[in-house]
């Protein structure tokens, strides 16, 4: 698969699929979508319920919500379970052209950030005593999550119209099932089928604010029955 390297708007970089004509992030900020989709919506809500968050991702792709996440398990001493799935891995070398060193300041991080690069697949790794990274070479329909475990994901797939497979009902009662009641599953997607069939499967659907250039986002809460 062909890829470009873009900036974005934020000054942080993304990729861009030609063949899809897709970006991995946005284009009015990569750095600021997932801090504001994943981190502040997803795992610091997570953390304002307990304080041992295990996590699901839907494609680790460049690694930028795992890096912004790893703070919070490092500051806070918070435990950390992150998983993620990614069945089609970015080579040593596109992952040193991102230059994420401009915008990841902190020395202790952007060490880990190669680091979970360069972790092996399909086993734990530990990058501190809060924080285990799980990287898995499968695709979400390959994927058997075990059942009420996890209490965030983070679906961070290409669009619906590039990737229809992963944005359908059947999809998004695996990964209902998959997580604890009162678990959540946060996205950058707003679009209206997609919030009809996470509600078919069970979530109880929230809109919410969006970053930079788009005007909402959804959260999806299962709930506490």
Known sequence: MHLEIRQTKDGSNTLYVPDLNEHYHSVHGA????????IKHGLEYALEQK?????????????????????????????????????YPLTAEIVDQLHFEQFILNPELLDNFKKMHAAPWNQPTDLSPYFTLQKIHETLEEFCPP???????????FAPEKQPELWTEEVFTKLYNAVRPGG???TYCAKGAFKRNLKA???????????????????GIRPVL
């Open 31 to 38: 750095l600021q979508e997932s801090q504001h989709v994943f």
């Open 51 to 87: 304080r041992d968050v295990k996590i699901l991702e839907i494609g680790f792709g460049t690694g930028l919500n795992a890096i912004l996440t790893l703070p919070f398990a490092l500051t806070q001493q918070a435990f950390i379970q992150y998983d993620t799935l990614e069945k």
């Open 147 to 157: 059942e009420a475990y996890y209490d965030v994901v983070y679906f961070d797939a």
């Open 184 to 186: 959540i599953l946060v």
């Open 201 to 219: 499967a069970g979530f109880i659907v929230e809109a919410l604010p969006g970053p930079p250039g788009k005007r909402e986002m959804t959260r």
